[in-house]
């Protein structure tokens, strides 16, 4: 079984190696949820599985599956869908991944 040191160590190596994210750009919820340890390293993944088409969809069941490479790639469609839909949702915005709370509203006007 792995220390969370070692863990956390190849989760940096995995977002520095895939260029995701700027590590000069502010921390955002999803890298303190990735900073947290909460995710296990072997939950983890490159590639994840969505059913959606739209893009909001597809971001938030790649950051429940581990897919965090894939969900940043998908993250300013996904705010640009959240941002322009937000008023008429009956969503509030704030979804509970791997133990910790993503406000969208947060997440998508931080950058």
């Known amino acids: 079984m792995e220390s969370r040191p070692v863990r956390h160590a190849i989760v940096l190596a ?3 190696l895939s260029g995701q ?3 000069a750009a502010a921390e955002d919820q999803i890298d ?3 900073r947290s340890g909460r995710v296990p390293g072997h939950m983890i ?7 959606f088409t739209n893009p909001l969809g ?3 069941d790649f950051l429940a599956a581990g897919a965090f490479v894939r969900a940043r790639a998908l993250q300013p469609a996904a705010c640009a869908e959240w941002l322009a839909t937000r008023q008429d949702s009956p969503l509030t915005g704030k979804v509970w991944i791997w ?3 993503i406000d969208l509203n ?3 006007t931080q950058r």
């Open 106 to 108: 947060t997440l998508c």
């Open 58 to 60: 597809k971001f938030l």
């Open 45 to 51: 993944r490159e590639y994840g599985y969505s059913d």
């Open 14 to 16: 995995t977002l520095l």
């Open 99 to 101: 133990e910790t709370e």
């Open 32 to 34: 303190r949820l990735l």
């Open 21 to 23: 994210p700027n590590p």
